[in-house]
């Protein structure tokens, strides 16, 4: 039987922010992969980030985009000592984590790291900005998270459901509602 998934490891460049022309470390966090991970979050699920970064990037990305406040556990590959798409990221990652690598679904834009976190038990599926968020909604609900984003979503304002599917294939409603 396959391990129910409770947590999302979210890959950086790609996934939850583009590369850009501007500015001197050339980040630009995509406003609708944080709102997913607002959702995902408000839903139960734990939500992480896994990236390799050196630490100056890291530390603008942690200190100036709010990203450890935002994530609950975040993977730099800096602080982990060994980077994707080494095995040995995923397990130290797990563990930071604190949960069965079976429960981590790991989202990145590289092939080569999706399937590295698979040879640890990892389930993972490789996605983009670039392909848009109606797919990634589609993939995680494959992996049985479905998330209901018909609700307005204001910029600050964490509302929606997501909801975790059970063993029988039925979505169970979680909601939550809070206008921080």
Same mark, same amino acid.
């Not at 095995?87 to 563990?95: C, D, L, S």
């Not at 609700?151 to 600050?156: I, L, S, W, Y």
């Given at each position: ?86 095995? #040995?990221?995923?397990?130290? $990652?797990? @563990?930071?984590? +604190?949960? %069965? ?7 990145? *834009? ?45 910029? #600050?304002?964490?509302?929606? $459901?997501? @909801?975790?599917? +059970?063993? %029988? ?7 939550? *509602?809070?206008?921080?």
């Amino acid at each position: 039987m396959r391990a129910r998934v409770r947590h999302v490891l979210l890959g950086a460049d790609g996934v939850v922010q583009t590369a850009s022309d501007g500015g001197a470390l050339g980040i630009e966090p995509s406003r609708a992969s944080l709102e997913l991970v607002r959702l995902l979050r408000a839903g139960g699920f734990g939500v992480h980030l896994g990236t390799n970064q050196e630490s100056y990037r890291g530390a603008y990305m942690r200190d100036v985009l709010g990203y450890d406040a935002l994530f609950d556990v975040s993977c730099y590959s800096y602080d982990l000592g060994v980077t994707k798409p080494d095995p #040995g990221f995923f397990v130290e $990652a797990a @563990r930071r984590i +604190g949960a %069965d690598p079976a429960e981590v679904l790991f989202v990145d *834009d590289t092939e080569r790291n999706v399937e590295a976190a698979r040879t640890v038990g990892m389930p993972a599926f490789r996605w983009d900005v670039t392909q848009g968020h109606g797919l990634l909604l589609g993939l995680l609900a494959q992996h049985g998270i479905t998330v209901d984003t018909a609700g307005a979503v204001p910029a #600050g304002r964490t509302t929606g $459901a997501v @909801r975790p599917r +059970g063993r %029988d294939g039925q979505s169970s409603a979680t909601t939550q *509602d809070s206008t921080g």
